[in-house]
């Protein structure tokens, strides 16, 4: 099953459409199942609702549950919801557990209670169960579909309860071992299972290293766990260590990808993640909160530059340097803003600590602005044959360049460190904070500057 470009998915799909159009059914079926589910699940989300319905005929629950699984997060809600009710519970049964909760979690409580209704009671509750646990949780992304094994058994007697279970777990990779009271104390690999002899205890051939996270623990701390100890899954216990479920890399994925797209939303001046579906008020709503927000702290931005009316009325040459400090200080404080969120995201903050983070920054602000300010210095006294305002503009870049670089660093900071996710310090609220700074710093040298610029015209 090869990878499919998009020129060829539809070259392909012509094909399939002809026999899906003419009732060829178990020529459209061999055609469209021959197909890896994500070319499945593209094809899928490219037709129109009538075309939709026909393969919702021609294919069993099952066989689309494989195609759901690999739908764009955006559209599945709509395809299950368009879908007859007890077909789309079918699927949902189907899917894996943990991602048939993260469907149901986004519908209506009443389309979830009457799925559940409709569901299979045993799959009903097993989805119910983890209903229950806060999102963006262990608890909210773990699996119970998993192979798990007594410490008492024998070698030969988990093989063979392990081939009765892997076709309905989600990974076999990893087994985990518990005792009598179902707590975990071990984990073997299926490596080291098969190579073990039969008769030789799992106990004696588990591994008691292991790594496991509490079921309340943020689903981007476990992101960081996985990536930094190269897991392909993870278990996750209760406070008194009881197995309740694994934690699979291919989960991990979507997290990571969720918390990007947060994140990005977040430096962007958005309050939730825009999707490209969304309609002009929906995207409104999510963007005006900032708007709002930056508008007043714009307005003081406007107000301070006012309070220095005096000194603009009487050297007007000021004004035009006014777009260059604001527009440099934004640009560092978001540079600095970008490094200091990436590294609290990745961990590499509580490695290196905040104090050098901060230091490096200032350090860097330092180069940065002395070099700014050495050319803007130069090129000012030259353009306009005034060393004094070349001097004002040069020192005032510099200045601001320095402070600008360290609010950049330090805002995140200080976020984190009161449980505020640092990318909500975005660049927009970073560049008019900067903004803020700048005015004060340029029009505060102006003022010391006034005799000599005054004097020099």
């Known amino acids: 099953m090869e990878h499919l470009e998009q020129q060829e998915r539809q070259r392909v799909w012509e094909k399939i459409q002809k026999a899906l159009l003419n009732e060829q059914i178990d020529q459209f079926r061999a055609e469209f199942l021959e197909l890896h589910p994500y070319d499945q699940a593209r094809i899928f989300e490219e037709q129109e609702e009538d075309i939709r319905f026909l393969i919702y005929t021609y294919l069993s629950p099952n066989e689309m549950a494989d195609v759901i699984e690999h739908v764009d997060r955006d559209l599945v809600n709509e395809f299950i919801i368009e879908m007859v009710p007890a077909f789309a519970a079918k699927i949902l049964e189907e899917m894996s557990t943990d991602d048939a909760v993260d469907i149901l979690n986004e519908l209506d409580k009443n389309k979830v209670a009457s799925f559940l209704t409709i569901m299979d009671k045993e799959e009903s ?123 699979t890399v291919d989960d991990i994925m979507d997290v990571m990808e969720e918390e990007a797209s947060d994140d990005y939303s977040k430096l962007a001046g958005i309050s939730e993640v825009e999707r490209f579906g969304d309609t002009a008020i929906q995207s409104a709503k999510k963007r005006l909160p900032w708007l709002i927000v930056l508008l007043f702290l714009g307005m003081f931005t406007a107000s301070i530059i006012g309070r220095f009316e005096e000194a603009l009325d009487k050297v007007a040459l000021l004004a035009v340097f006014i777009p260059v400090i604001a527009g440099m200080a934004g640009n560092t404080g978001t540079q600095a803003l970008a490094v200091a969120v990436r590294s609290i995201s990745t961990g590499d903050m509580n490695k290196i600590g905040k104090a050098t983070v901060i230091w490096q920054e200032a350090k860097t602000g330092i180069i940065t602005g002395t070099v700014c300010g050495i050319l803007i210095t130069g090129i000012v006294g030259f353009w306009y044959g005034d060393l004094y305002l070349g001097i004002l503009v040069g020192i005032s870049i510099m200045a601001t360049l320095f402070v600008a670089t360290i609010a950049g660093a330090f805002v995140p900071i200080v976020m984190d460190r009161f449980n505020i996710d640092p990318a909500v310090a975005s660049g927009p609220f970073i560049t008019t904070l900067n903004d803020i700074i700048s005015m004060l710093i340029y029009f505060g040298l102006a003022t010391v500057f006034m005799d000599l610029l005054i004097g020099d015209e």
């Open 125 to 247: 509750e097993e989805i119910k169960e983890l209903l229950h646990y806060e999102e963006k949780t262990a608890g909210s992304i773990m699996t119970t579909e998993f192979v798990v094994i007594h410490h008492q058994m024998t070698v030969k007697e988990a093989m063979r309860h392990l081939r009765k279970e892997a076709p309905d777990a989600e990974t076999i990779y990893y087994i985990y071992v518990v005792d009598s009271d179902k707590k975990l104390v071990g984990v073997i690999s299926l490596r080291d299972l098969i190579i073990a002899e039969g008769d030789w205890l799992i106990q004696e051939v588990m591994s008691e290293r292991v790594v496991s996270v509490p079921v309340g623990e943020d689903q981007e701390e476990i992101a960081q766990m996985m990536r930094d100890y190269d897991f392909l899954a993870l278990p996750v216990v209760d406070f008194q260590n009881h197995l309740l479920g694994i934690i």
